[in-house]
């Protein structure tokens, strides 16, 4: 897919973003940043107490809400937050800003016409993300040499009711790396973890996620003759293999399996996953809860749950309360039981299912 744009993404997004920002049309909240290590993989730990006070309208026990109907905020966005359609000759998708960032330059695309999240993505869907990601770092390429390696996007989305999606209409999400990175000045060494080499795994290996690593996950290299058929082929093959990971711990765990959706034939997914992808790399992880209880010592006090999206598999997550901020980076080992609280443990599948690389 062309954009069509009459400009340069990276221009129009940042400068929407601005402009957004200063008449109020979005509500950017800055956040405190750590980088903490458990297992070895970097993490960036952001504490935003705005996350808080965030509307959000899904997960409202209130009766009077509940009979309000539900605003989409893909269907005829805002001027002030909207950044184009795409293609321009005959628009499929929306490039809208996130109207509550933490992280600047936060954009949307969405289905121009209303389709299911829960739905499994299609090939324009992939096609259009995929040329966000490379038109982004063909405009990256044209900066400083030291500044190209960030020049890059990590789009990543939500399916499902345990995947942290907060909206029903099919949209997938883009986070400049350059900005993760401005940001994490005392956290030396943080990469995407989408492209750690670290965890992407031949598949001869003996051991099928790296020792420590809390969650299954499955993987592909992307290369720049990928066509969007292509990935949305490896990004099925992926899919598929988390089925098979689903089915493999209900055998083992019947007490705890996971609940998985009958598909209707239409392209409903079973499961609740992750999906993340850049010009590089896609990882996809199923999930088996939104969140997980933060548990601070053998006798089970408990600070609360801690809901996660599909920013995992960037490397970043965020936390709204001050005593999850600091009970994380007192205790680094909490992260990695948070995540394997909201994934598949590794040791709970087989292990045939508990990795894999991606190839056409």
């Excluded at 950017?28 to 730990?45: A, H, K, N, R, W």
């Excluded at 006070?53 to 009766?63: G, I, L, N, V």
Aim: aromatic share 8%; charged share 25%.
């Amino acid at each position: 897919m062309r954009l069509e744009l009459r400009d340069k993404l990276s221009n129009l997004v940042k400068a929407r973003f601005n402009a957004a920002k200063a008449n109020g049309s979005l509500i950017f909240s800055s956040t405190e940043l750590t980088v903490i290590y458990p297992s070895g993989v970097p993490y960036q730990l952001r504490y935003c107490p705005a996350l808080a006070k965030k509307p959000d309208w899904e997960r409202t026990s209130s009766p009077t809400v509940q009979k309000t109907p539900k605003v989409d905020p893909f269907h005829d966005p805002p001027a002030d937050l909207l950044i184009a359609e795409i293609p321009a000759s005959k628009p499929s998708h929306l490039l809208v800003l996130n109207k509550y960032p933490v992280i600047p330059n936060h954009f949307i695309l969405a289905t121009k016409t209303y389709k299911d999240q829960r739905r499994l993505l299609e090939e324009d869907d992939l096609g259009a993300t995929l040329a966000c990601l490379r038109t982004w770092a063909e405009e990256g390429a044209e900066a400083p040499k030291a500044h190209q390696r960030m020049t890059k996007l990590f789009a990543f989305f939500n399916s499902g009711k345990h995947s942290g999606a907060s909206q029903p209409h099919r949209h997938i999400q883009f986070l400049p790396v350059e900005d993760m990175v401005r940001e994490s000045g005392t956290g030396k060494g943080w990469r995407l973890l989408v492209e750690d080499p670290a965890l992407h795994l031949d598949d001869d290996a003996k051991q099928r996620t790296p020792p420590g690593f809390p969650f299954v996950y499955f993987h592909a290299r992307l290369s720049p003759e990928h066509t969007p058929r292509d990935i949305h082929r490896i990004y099925m093959k992926l899919y598929d293999q988390a089925i098979s990971a689903v089915e493999s711990y209900d055998a083992r765990h019947p007490r705890d399996a996971i609940e998985m959706e009958d598909d209707d034939g239409e392209g409903w997914a079973s499961i609740s996953y992750n999906l993340a992808m850049t010009t590089t790399s896609m990882m996809l992880c199923p999930r088996r809860a939104e969140g997980a209880d933060l548990i601070l010592n053998e006798r089970g006090e408990c600070l609360g749950q801690v809901d996660l999206n599909g920013t995992i598999l960037a490397g970043t997550l965020m936390v709204s309360s001050e005593y999850v901020w600091h009970a994380l980076r007192c205790k680094e080992s909490r992260l990695n039981d948070l995540l394997e609280g909201v994934g598949i443990p590794p040791a709970s599948v087989h292990s045939q299912a508990a990795h894999a690389e991606g190839k056409l």
